[in-house]
């Protein structure tokens, strides 16, 4: 059996997969009560083998191609979250507004969206509110320099979601992605 790298525990709680994989505490809360992440519970409390969480990532990432569609209105942003998540088993769908992204909803299956919070038009709160109110229960990461806003307290009205904060780490959003996408 290989011995785990140094300082990281072979079993691990809530708080210690969650600086693993540099997500926060509620994610992880949250994929292992959905059975998304490999977790036991320990009476109260989830366990999770660093083994099996590696296992799992390892078996996610070659796994068939999924669709993202990327909202943001600044198109650097969409390029580059494109080009940080684009894959040949990923393929990326852009929209500069919330409308163009209704609209790429109407016509493509999506197994994530990446929706910018603060947007002319049809701000990112609204948007998520119209795919929810589509019936759409696709997974959303809002991407955003404004946790503590009104848009962010409006958005929560539409229902679960992850927030990434900008400016954008590459590394933390492949790995929300991963998660997200259950691969």
Do not use: C
């Not at 509110?129 to 009205?157: C, H, Q, W, Y």
């Amino acid at each position: 059996m290989a011995t785990p790298p140094q300082g990281i525990p072979e079993i691990l709680t809530v708080e210690d997969a969650a600086a693993y994989l540099k997500l926060p505490v509620s994610t992880i809360y949250r994929l292992a009560e959905r059975r998304q992440l490999p977790a036991h519970k320990v009476g109260r409390q989830w366990r999770f083998s660093r083994a099996a969480i590696d296992q799992w990532l390892q078996e996610r990432s070659s796994m068939p191609a999924a669709t993202i569609l990327v909202v943001d209105d600044e198109a650097p942003i969409r390029e580059l979250l494109s080009q940080a998540l684009g894959s040949q088993n990923r393929r990326i769908l852009t929209a500069q507004n919330g409308l163009e992204a209704l609209e790429v909803l109407e016509a493509h299956r999506v197994d994530l969206i990446l929706l910018d919070l603060k947007m002319p038009e049809l701000d990112g709160a609204e948007t998520f509110g119209k795919i929810r109110g589509r019936g759409i229960d696709t997974p959303v990461i809002l991407i955003t320099g404004f946790p503590e806003s009104d848009v962010m307290n409006r958005a929560l009205e539409s229902g679960p979601f992850t927030v990434i904060s900008k400016p954008v780490d590459i590394n933390q959003l492949r790995k929300v992605v991963e998660l997200a996408l259950g691969r």
